[in-house]
C-alpha cells in the first residue's frame, strides 16, 4: 500500500471537514492541559520530546487510525482526560503517579465521590464528549483495500504508544515524578503502565511474622475500643483552640488529649494499615509486609476482636485488609447497604453499645471501628 493512496482518499475532505476536525482536536488538548505552563520538568528538549509524541500519536489514531484502533484508543484516551481534568477541578493540582494510585485504592468510594462533586464534572465531561467527536469525526483515511500490511500496523502501534512510552520513562527517571505539564490525554496510561510494571516486579509477599511477644496473663483494661475517624482536623476543636468546635470532651478529667498529631499519611488506605500494622518510620515497607496485625497481639493477649466498618457493606474490605488479616477478626460488623450515610456512624455505635453490652462479665473485648 503506497502513501500516494492514503494522500488520494484524503484529498477528497473538503477544507471544511479538515478544518472542523483540526480545531476541534486542537480544543481538546489545549482546553484540557491548562497546567502547561506550570511544569516542574527542567529538561525542556524531553518536555518537547513528550508533547510533540503526544501530539503526533493523537493526529494519527484521529486520522490514520483503523475502526477498532479509533473505538480503543477514544476510550482510553478520553477516560484519561476525564480522570486528569476532573481531578484538576477539585483538587487545584495536576494529578500525579502517587495520587492515581490513591484513586485506585479507594475506587470502591467513586460513586459517592462523584455524587459530592457533581458541579466539577460538566467540564470534564463536556471536553470528553468533544474528544470522542474530534477523534472519530471525518476525514479520516482508509487503505483503498481495507488492509494494512503488517509493518504498517507496527509502525502505527509504535507510534500511538510512543507518548505512553515517554512518559513511563520520564517516571523511572524523576522516581515517579516529572510529568507535570504533560498531555492529559496519555499521562493516566502512562501511570497505569509503571504500576503494572511495579507489581509484577514485587512478586511474591514476604511471609508475615507471628507474633512473638511474650504476654504477661494479666490485662490493665478490660477492654479496649478503636474509634477510626475520617478526615478530622484536630486543630478546629475547642480542644485545642479556644473557640473550636463543641466536642463535649473539653475538661473531662476522664480524656487525654494527646493534642494536634499528624495522620501517617494524606489518606485513608495508608493511615488506616499503618495503624493497624504498627508501621515505623524506617523500613515501613518490609514491616507492613511482615509486620503481626493489631488484631494477632490482641487474641494473643486473650481479647476477643471485633470490626464495626460503617463504610462498606456486604463483607467488601477496604484499606489493605487481605483475607488474613480478616481471618483474624472474631466478628466481622457492617450495616446494610440502604443505610443512609448520614445514619451510617449512629447505627455502627448502637451495634458496638449492644456488643458492649452483651459481652459484659464475658471475654475482654478488642473492638476497632471504622467510621463513616
Not at 83 to 101: G, H, R, S
Not at 298 to 321: H, I, L, P, S, V
Request: aromatic residues 10%; positive net charge; contains cysteine.
Amino acid at each position: 500500500m503506497g502513501p500516494g493512496t492514503w494522500r488520494a482518499q484524503l484529498a477528497h475532505a473538503s477544507r471544511w471537514q479538515w478544518f472542523l476536525k483540526l480545531a476541534f482536536l486542537a480544543f481538546f488538548v489545549i482546553a484540557t492541559n491548562d497546567v502547561l505552563g506550570r511544569r516542574s520538568l527542567p529538561g525542556y528538549a524531553l518536555f518537547g520530546l513528550a508533547w510533540a509524541v503526544s501530539v503526533a500519536s493523537l493526529l494519527h489514531v484521529a486520522v490514520f487510525g483503523g475502526r477498532v484502533a479509533r473505538l480503543l484508543w477514544t476510550v482510553a484516551i478520553v477516560t484519561s482526560t476525564f480522570v486528569c481534568t476532573t481531578f484538576q477541578a477539585i483538587q487545584q493540582a495536576p494529578l500525579t503517579y502517587a495520587d492515581q494510585n490513591v484513586l485506585i485504592q479507594n475506587v470502591a468510594f467513586a460513586g459517592m465521590v462523584m455524587e459530592f462533586y457533581r458541579p466539577f464534572l460538566s467540564g470534564p465531561v463536556l471536553f470528553g464528549l468533544i474528544g470522542i467527536a474530534a477523534i472519530n469525526m471525518p476525514p479520516y483515511a482508509r487503505p483503498a483495500d481495507g488492509r494494512r500490511t503488517p509493518a504498517e500496523r507496527l509502525g502505527a502501534l509504535g507510534l500511538q504508544l510512543s507518548p505512553v512510552l515517554v512518559t513511563m520513562a520520564v517516571l523511572y527517571l524523576k522516581h515517579g515524578d516529572g510529568t507535570n505539564g504533560f498531555a492529559v490525554q496519555h499521562r493516566t496510561l502512562a501511570f497505569l503502565g509503571v504500576e503494572g510494571i511495579e507489581r509484577l516486579r514485587e512478586g511474591a509477599p514476604p511471609e508475615r511474622r507471628e507474633v512473638t511477644m511474650p504476654h504477661s496473663g494479666t490485662r490493665p483494661l478490660k477492654n479496649i475500643i478503636v474509634v477510626m475517624d475520617e478526615s478530622i482536623r484536630g486543630d478546629l476543636l475547642d480542644i485545642n483552640v479556644e473557640g473550636g468546635v463543641p466536642t463535649g470532651l473539653k475538661g473531662r478529667p476522664d480524656v487525654i488529649n494527646f493534642g494536634v498529631m499528624s495522620s501517617i499519611a494524606n489518606c485513608s488506605h495508608e493511615t488506616n494499615v499503618a495503624f493497624r500494622y504498627g508501621i515505623g518510620r524506617h523500613d515501613y515497607l518490609r514491616q507492613l509486609a511482615t509486620n503481626p496485625s493489631m488484631w494477632a497481639y490482641a487474641k494473643r493477649a486473650g481479647y476477643d476482636t471485633f470490626y464495626f466498618d460503617a463504610q462498606r457493606t456486604g463483607g467488601q474490605t477496604q484499606n489493605g485488609m487481605d483475607p488474613r488479616e480478616v481471618s483474624e477478626i472474631d466478628h466481622f460488623v457492617q450495616l446494610s447497604a440502604d443505610v443512609r450515610a448520614q445514619d451510617r456512624d449512629w447505627k455502627i455505635a448502637t451495634a458496638l453499645r449492644s456488643a458492649l453490652d452483651q459481652d459484659a462479665g464475658a471475654k475482654p473485648m478488642f473492638a476497632y471501628v471504622n467510621k463513616a
